[in-house]
């Protein structure tokens, strides 16, 4: 997740000169990019493909049509078939199922809404995610993970011991250096409460339960319009789909797709992974004691272990013109990610770093995901999930799903629209201003 302060102030003073969307008058739009390749993650690249699913061909009919074939769709799709079994639901992926955000994460979860000041909601979003993954049989590799937050500065390393999170322990420098062999912090936070787990293994168990209700699932269908209307019209390059309901579950990919391109945009990253450290190596590093740690800053920097026994690094690159969700220069994330690795924590330096991975999230000024009507009453959204995304992706998803169908939830009345979104400025100040600002805020 960014820190929103900086980045609304930037954004803010850009807002002050000119108005949202001027650049899109200066530059004209830009639309949906397909055939992009997407190189594959380390989680995917651990266990078996899934069985894949066709290519969209013709012309259908359904009564709900899910844009996004991650773990939000999938489980939006899923909750709608429990609900409405009669109902006939279909998800289109531009490219494999799961292929995006869902299996490029770091595999943290957490019971929290970013901005949410409310424990019982995300609490039971928890639990749903949990029940989800034991009635379908699902092994993610899912367990409670002992977890640091961790403060580079002084000023905020004091910051954070005053002012301590429940059940928070203090980890002064000293501990950090002996039991984590590094100097580059001034203090951290050990924090309860989080758990980790397989993205891609989790991912696959959603697309089993999609299969297992009947889901109609379409791969590399890339959605290239979206015509309003009642039924709306979804036109892909090989058919088209009318559907009663429409579900956005795009993510980062939404702004190029014509939807809600002044409320979010996309922001990029890139993780390194060691190659398979032994039992005794994650032990003398420490690894097994804080195998989850969150770095502080305005582009906060993530390191965690996998079940595997690999370390990562996960970090910020910032924003790529015009809303793309492609980042060119692979070479020069490759290279940051490296040194900010060694930075942190010289060993690195003496251990390969094997796989390397790009990934794309959806991101608003007030970090608070989108859900719910986007244009008239039948196209809804579930995006803008960043941060410890995967229970808020899953549990806005079963909201979604209930709102659509009709079915009363007590949490239902959490879901945001744009309404309460911030917009962001336009083309021309993002780039002159935020992607430089971003860059200058790498904690390198």
Known sequence: MLSSPVLLGICAGAGALAAPGVASMLFGAKGVESGEPRTEALWTSEMPSTAPAPRLEGEHKVDLAIIGGGCTGLSCAYYAKKLRPDWSVAVLESNRLGSGASSRNSGAVYARYWGLD????????????????????????????????????????????????????????????????????????????????????????????????????????????????????????????????????????????????????????????????????????????????????????????????????????????????????IGGARDLAKRMFEQRYPWIADVALEQGWHGVTGHTLRVREITGPVMGENIHAAVGFNGLGIMPGHNTAYLSACRITGHPDEDTRYMLGRRVQIPIPGEYYRSMLLKPAMKALTPV
């Not at 301590?164 to 002996?178: H, I, M």
């Not at 809600?260 to 994650?282: C, D, N, W």
């Not at 026994?309 to 015009?322: K, N, P, T, W």
Request: aromatic share 8%; net charge neutral; with cysteine.
């Open 118 to 329: 409310n424990e019982e909601m995300p609490r039971r979003g928890l639990e749903r995610l949990v029940r989800f993954m034991e009635e379908e049989e699902i092994e993610c590799d899912f367990r409670p993970s002992p977890t640091l937050e961790l403060y580079a500065s002084r000023r905020s390393a004091r910051k954070a011991e005053a002012s301590p999170e429940a059940g928070a322990k203090w980890v002064p420098t000293e501990e950090l250096r002996e039991g984590a062999l590094t100097d580059h912090y001034a203090g951290a936070a050990e924090l309860p409460g989080y758990y980790t787990v397989h993205p891609a293994k989790l991912v696959a168990g959603h697309v089993k339960a999609a299969r297992r209700v009947e889901v109609e699932l379409y791969e590399n269908s890339p959605v290239m319009q979206v015509k309003r209307g009642n039924p709306a019209e979804l036109v892909t390059p090989g058919g088209s789909v009318r559907a009663d309901h429409v579900v956005l579950a795009t993510n980062a990919y939404t702004p190029r797709l014509g939807f809600l391109k002044t409320a979010m945009m996309p922001v990029h990253q890139y993780t390194f992974a060691t190659r398979k450290l032994s039992g005794a190596e994650i032990s003398g590093y420490g690894l097994d004691r804080w195998p989850l740690r969150f770095e502080r800053t305005v582009l906060p920097v993530t390191n965690f272990l996998t079940p595997s026994g690999r370390l990562c690094i996960r970090i910020v690159l910032g924003y790529a013109s015009f809303n793309s969700c492609v980042w060119r220069d």
